[in-house]
Structure formats: structure tokens, C-alpha cells
């Protein structure tokens, strides 16, 4: 195994030179495209679209075929972990994803096992090592998991975006209970993102989406501390390449120092950041990927080669930045202005490098 | 006009020595008391509560009757300014507040106006002049009013809590006419409040729900530079009295040393935030206000007095801290941890002065 081709993504969050700025985008494998919709629409309902190797593999190609992106991104779902632990996922139509069962009882949360990712989650290693085989090594594949805190939100309240008041109330209650719960998911992200590198993934990334909704004490001690936990069981090299680590906590803009922290390569910024602030706070002890605003991918070609040139002049000279959105890349966005973020990014950041 | 028999919430906000730390709470009249519960059934909708000086007045003060609060807030919603523009203000039962007539055409953004307080508004400056007399000198009253940005995000997209994308979109592409609503609304927040201040407001606070949506250099531009502008224009003194401004931004963390500059008296901080860290930040220009999670009040008497105390210790000795939620009460919260809240905050915080 060699590097990619294109391996200005890996050497980016090396803090490598580059010739430009890579580029990827949250969720570029999503509904703003058109043929992404027809694959959905045979495969049935999402998950089956993540439980096919093949389908996940078309998916993911998708955008890469569309635009000259830096890095592909497994296609899958981050709340794979608790569906094979049992809990039942599903996704009705318009809705964010549900647990049939979420943890109501403790007797459940006492018998909650961490899955083997080769039996229960095979399907995603099936789909890493298919996706690997078409990139050909053109550009990296990046494997991914929910953070171990972000699962518990969704295995104890069954959905997501509410105020997290079951949560929170285990939390401040039954700290125990949820110790419990998130140690049981560590183990379980570390062993999944294990068997993703080992299928394939040349990167992984940890999306703690709801960490940002705690207390800056309850975010060190029940997302962050965990974090750290996986961080520090991922396979860090294979075939003699290291596997960079990126960690993101949407809203985590307070605690980017702490973040930074824990042994991650690279830390991911939503776009309530100034990148330059980040980059002065933690640029020397870590890459950085973000940020721009997703709504402004709804704007013009225009407007968003300006503000592409803003997060670039704020990032300034030198390695170290993977251009990504803040957040995924919403289902209203024409994909021509995709297209001319990409571009933009590739043609601006030169001067940079 | 002398200052009220318990003015520890006023003393706090100026930095000046007080026995206790004060306490008030976001949304403290509101529909986790049964009281409010049964008023607002006899007002009929919410808005007809609002706009009732006799009824406000009631729920005002039913909060204060239960619990010895340090401070009174007008009761009221953040939206009756673009109601007063005509833009039909609603609440539909289990949603959020929503306009029927949202501004979609950018002659209606050329024909807005501020509404005159004392005419369109009249409502509230006679509940602030009865909820004064109805205090009787005990605590301060506190009046309100949302952030421009936050004004204009409900006024274009309809609603709030949504991705805000019409408003970005306006922001991005059409800055100026999101420029010209925002000036409107600023020079209507300032009219507003000084008429609430006329009327016996003696601190106000001005809510900035959504400017957190946003990125850092939009913040500045379109959020922070309005509110600096109202806080340039509200009155400052009265009949010899201070009137303390507050500033919250909801998400606004990281741009603390920023809202600290503009001039207000204090900083209302959600619970993200240390608050300990937020004051090595900015704890030398500004009083801060806040921060524990709304959430730990629905555990239990036990877990709200250790959270409370680590809170407390945090911010450490001194004058400066009005204790408050990180945002607003939930409903589900039962009185008694209230109660036991702001008991806690009374008998604790007596170490630190």
C-alpha cells in the first residue's frame, strides 16, 4: 500500500506541505444530489443504502465523480454502533434517525455489550474495502464513527436535537449509569474504527455532534475524556503510513485548547470560529478542518468564492488546513455551487503554499 | 426614586459589595409554576397575557411570592416589536411563536419603520409602571427586549430555531437589506427600552437568542455592531439611579472579550461556558450573569446545591456574579428546585462576600 495519488489530504492534517488546499465537504455523499436520490430511492430506506457494499460504495463515489474533492468519505450513518448493539434504528421519512428501544432501564444499560465490528458491523468493513478498491488510490478514504457521548444522547433519549433532558438529567443524577454507558461505547467506536482502518480507511474522524451542548465540566469529564480514550486505541500506523485522527465537536469553539489536547492530528471547527483564532489558540499542536458556513453554499458562485477567500486569507500561509464546511452540506444546495467552492478552494489557496 | 430594599441584584451588576450573590431566573414566571398555568388559561393565547397590564402584572409577581428572588422581570415576549410593525405575532399551541406576514419583499423591508413604544407598545410601559407599583420598592424590576439580529431572524424567516437559512442567505447575498432591517430594529430597540425605563425598568437586558448561529466576522457585523448601537443609545441614568445593561448571546463563548467592549454593564453567559474562565476573560470590564444548565433543575434538591456551589466557586469572591440559568426554565421543572436553588445560591455564595 502506498499513499494516494492525491495525498494532499493526509499531508494536510500531517501539517505536510501541499501544492494547495485539499478539500472535502460533511455529508458530500447527500440529498443535494440528484443521483444520490435515485440510489436511495432503489435501495428503499437508509439504512439499507448503508447495509449495501455496493450501493454504499456508488454513493460514496458520487461526489468525486461530480467535483475534484481531496478525500472520499465512507458512506454510513454514525449511529451504526447502537443500531447493531440492538436499539433498533430507523429513519421515517423527514425525520432524523429513532431508536425503537432506547435504554430506559438499568438492567439494560448493566447488559449493554460493545459489538464485534467483524460479525455485527460487517457490512461497513464489506463497504470500506470495496469503496478502497474503486478509489484505486486516487484519493484517501476516510472512515468515521459518532463520538461515544454523542451515541448515549441518542441511545438514551431515541432521537436526536432535544434539549437533552433524559440525558442530562442521568448525568447529573446517575453519573454512574452514564460512566457506564459511554465506557461500553468507547471500547465499542475504538474497535470499529479499528476494523474500518483495517478494511481500508486511511483516516478516521470523530463526530461528537451534541458534546456541545453540555457544561464545559460535563464536556471534559463525559465526551471529551472518552474521546481521548478512542483516540488513544486507534491504530495510529498501517503499511508503515500514518492514520491521522480528526476530532470534532460541533459548538466546542470554547474548549478548542482542551480539544486539542487529547492526541488527535487534526480538530474540526464549526463556523462560529474564526479560523485564524483557532489557528493562532491551537495551530501549532494540531491540523485544523473547517469552516465555512454550509448556508452560503444556498448563495452564488460569487459570493461564495469571496467567502471561500476569507477562510483562506484567515487560515494564512502554510500546511496545516483541510477546507471542510462547519457543518454537512444542506439538501438545498444547487450543486453547481459545489462545484465553485472546490474550484475556489483549489485556485486561491496556491498563494498560500 | 430611591434604590429598592433589597438591591443586591443592581449592586452586583455595577460591581459594588453585596451580602449575597443575587438570583434571578430566566423565564421564572412561566409554565412550570401552576399559577401562571391558570392566568394564562383565564387571559385565553399568550399574546392577550402580554398585552393585559393587570394579568402581566399577576404573573410578574408570582414568582417573587414563592421564592425570594432578587429581582423581577417584566413579563413579556421578546417579539412584540415586529409585532407592533404589524407583522402578526402568533402562538400556536405546542409551537414556537411564528408571523404571519414574514418579510419576503424588499419593498416591505423599504417601508419598515420603529414603531413608536408609546403608541403601538403602550401595553407594555403600563405593565412596567403597575409592576413597579405593584413591587413596592422590594427588588428591581428588569425590562427586555430581543437583539436586532434576533429580531430580524424571526421577522424574515417566520420562525426561529430553524438553519436560519433565509436569513443567511439575505446576509450573504443582499447585506444591505439585511443592514436596513437591522437599523431599523436597533433604532426600535433603543426607543423601546427607554421607554421601558421611563416606566420603572431599573436594568435592562437585551436577549440575542440566534446571533450564536452565526460565524465570527457575521456576528460582529450583523448581530454585535446593532446591539453596541443600542446600548450607545439607552438611557443610563435615572432620577440619580445607574441603569445596568445586560448583553446575552446564546452560543457567544467565544466572542466574550468582543460583547465585553461595547459597553454594557454585564454579560449574560449560557452554560457552556466556565464561568470562572469567563471571568479571568472579561470579569475585570463587566459583571456576569448566569450560567448553570437548566437541565440540573430537574434533578434533584441534592444535585441542584452541589452544581449550584460549583458555580459559585467558579466564579469565586467578589462582587460582580448575578446568578441565573445558562437560558431559560424548562417547564418540566418542578417549584421546589426552585426553591431549593435559590436558597442554595442565598446561603452558599455568603463565603465569597
Same mark, same amino acid.
Given at each position: ?22 478539500? $472535502? ?6 440529498? #443535494? ?73 438499568? $438492567? ?110 460535563? #464536556?471534559?469529564?463525559?465526551?471529551? =475524556? #472518552? ?38 492530528? =487534526? ?71 459545489? =462545484? ?14
Amino acid at each position: 500500500m502506498s499513499r494516494p495519488k492525491n495525498d494532499s489530504f493526509l499531508r494536510a492534517l500531517l501539517r505536510e506541505p501541499t501544492p494547495h488546499t485539499p478539500i $472535502w465537504i460533511m455529508r458530500q455523499a447527500g440529498r #443535494y444530489l440528484a443521483e444520490y436520490n435515485q440510489t436511495r430511492a432503489r435501495a428503499g430506506d437508509f439504512m439499507s443504502l448503508c447495509r449495501s457494499p455496493d450501493l454504499a460504495t456508488e454513493v460514496t463515489l458520487q461526489p468525486l465523480a461530480r467535483f475534484p474533492l481531496d478525500a472520499a468519505i465512507l458512506f454510513s450513518d454514525i449511529l451504526t454502533i447502537p443500531d447493531a448493539m440492538g436499539l433498533g434504528l430507523s429513519f421515517a421519512e423527514g425525520e432524523g434517525p429513532r431508536f425503537e428501544r432506547p435504554l430506559r432501564d438499568e $438492567w439494560e444499560i448493566n447488559d449493554l455489550t460493545a459489538p464485534d465490528p467483524w460479525d455485527h458491523l460487517r457490512y461497513v468493513m464489506d463497504a470500506c474495502a470495496q469503496i478502497r478498491k474503486a478509489l484505486d488510490n486516487s484519493v484517501p478514504l476516510i472512515g468515521f464513527s459518532g463520538s461515544p457521548f454523542t451515541l448515549a444522547c441518542y441511545m438514551i433519549e431515541g432521537k436526536g436535537g432535544t434539549d437533552f433532558e433524559r440525558v442530562k438529567q442521568m448525568l447529573y443524577a446517575r453519573p454512574d449509569l452514564l460512566h457506564k454507558i459511554l465506557d461500553v461505547n468507547a471500547r465499542a467506536v475504538s474497535a470499529y474504527l479499528n476494523a474500518q482502518i483495517e478494511s481500508g480507511a486511511q483516516a478516521v474522524m470523530v463526530f461528537d455532534t451534541w458534546g456541545g451542548a453540555l457544561s464545559e465540566a460535563a #464536556y471534559a469529564e463525559f465526551s471529551l =475524556a #472518552y474521546i481521548e480514550q478512542v483516540v488513544s486505541q486507534v491504530t495510529r500506523t498501517r503499511d508503515g503510513e500514518r492514520i491521522p485522527v480528526i476530532v470534532f465537536t460541533k459548538g466546542g469553539g470554547v474548549w478548542l485548547e482542551k480539544i486539542a489536547a487529547i492526541g488527535c492530528d =487534526a480538530v474540526g471547527l464549526d463556523w462560529t470560529v474564526d479560523i485564524g483564532s483557532a489557528r493562532a489558540r491551537i495551530g501549532k499542536k494540531v491540523a485544523l478542518q473547517g469552516n465555512l458556513d454550509p448556508a452560503i453554499l444556498l448563495s452564488s458562485p460569487e459570493v461564495i468564492r469571496r467567502e471561500a477567500a476569507k477562510v483562506l486569507a484567515s487560515y494564512g500561509s502554510g500546511s496545516g488546513h483541510v477546507f471542510n464546511l462547519g457543518h454537512g452540506v444542506s439538501r438545498f444546495t444547487p450543486p453547481e455551487n459545489v =462545484a465553485a467552492l472546490v474550484d475556489a478552494v483549489h485556485e486561491l489557496s496556491r498563494e498560500y503554499h
